[in-house]
């Protein structure tokens, strides 16, 4: 089986900021480690939030990190 992620919602999450909260209005990149475990264990929010954020713990357990940035850096959100 072959995996493809969908670049469309790659570039989405790289570019997803946190609506709420303490850390309200940062990219989900650069919310702590231990921000995102805690979601894990309480429940993450409902919809696309809750999916990014899941997404976002694997990414950053695995130390991919850096693909984000260079994606945000390669692919500036545009503006509209």
Do not use: C
Request: hydrophobic share 35%; charged share 30%.
């Amino acid at each position: 089986m072959e995996i493809k992620p969908d670049s469309k919602e790659l570039l989405e999450l790289a570019h997803y900021k946190m609506p709420f909260g303490k850390y309200k209005g940062r990219y989900l990149v650069d919310l702590p480690l231990p921000y995102l475990v805690w979601f894990q264990q309480k429940g993450y929010p409902e919809g696309k939030l809750g999916k990014f954020l899941n997404i976002m713990l694997t990414i950053k357990d695995n130390s991919l990190e850096p693909m984000i940035r260079k994606l945000q850096k390669e692919f500036p959100r545009q503006s509209s």
